[in-house]
């Protein structure tokens, strides 16, 4: 069983800074797809950002030039770096984990092939 516990949430203007952090309990975390989610308020969960095992990473349209994915294995964490936020990006974002080998892990959908999951943490943007 792997346990995400993400941080780093918060309330930001617009075109400001947070970055997300999710920490894995699972020393073969280094292994897995590893991937970032939102949700907003009567919205689907949508897609964010998505690093395979050897780093290569992949973005939503709506986030690409403004967020970074990233992950470090010595400390068995994923970060999500989001730049000029806007208040569009309001959510509750979500990491997420694939316990097993996924070809599509770097095609941004919705999560359904994701086993682990974290809490979430808010992140809120204002005009």
């Known amino acids: 069983q792997v346990h995400l516990v993400e941080s780093g949430g918060g309330s930001v203007q617009s075109g400001g800074s947070l970055r997300l952090s999710c920490a894995a309990s699972?020393?073969?975390?280094?292994?897995?797809?590893m991937g970032w989610f939102r949700q907003a308020p009567g919205k689907e969960r949508e897609g964010v950002a998505a690093?395979?095992?050897?780093?290569?990473?992949s973005y939503a349209e709506s986030v690409k030039g403004r967020f970074t994915i990233s992950r470090d294995n010595s400390k068995d964490t994923v970060y999500l770096q989001m730049n000029s936020l806007k208040p569009e990006d309001t959510a509750m974002y979500y990491c997420?984990?694939?316990?097993?080998?996924?070809?599509?892990?770097?095609?941004?959908?919705?999560?359904?092939?994701?086993?682990?999951w974290g809490q979430g943490t808010q992140v809120t943007v204002s005009s």
């Open positions: 690093i395979d095992d050897d780093g290569t990473t």
């Open positions: 997420a984990a694939v316990g097993y080998t996924l070809e599509s892990c770097l095609v941004i959908g919705v999560g359904d092939e994701y086993n682990y």
């Open positions: 699972e020393y073969t975390y280094s292994s897995y797809c």
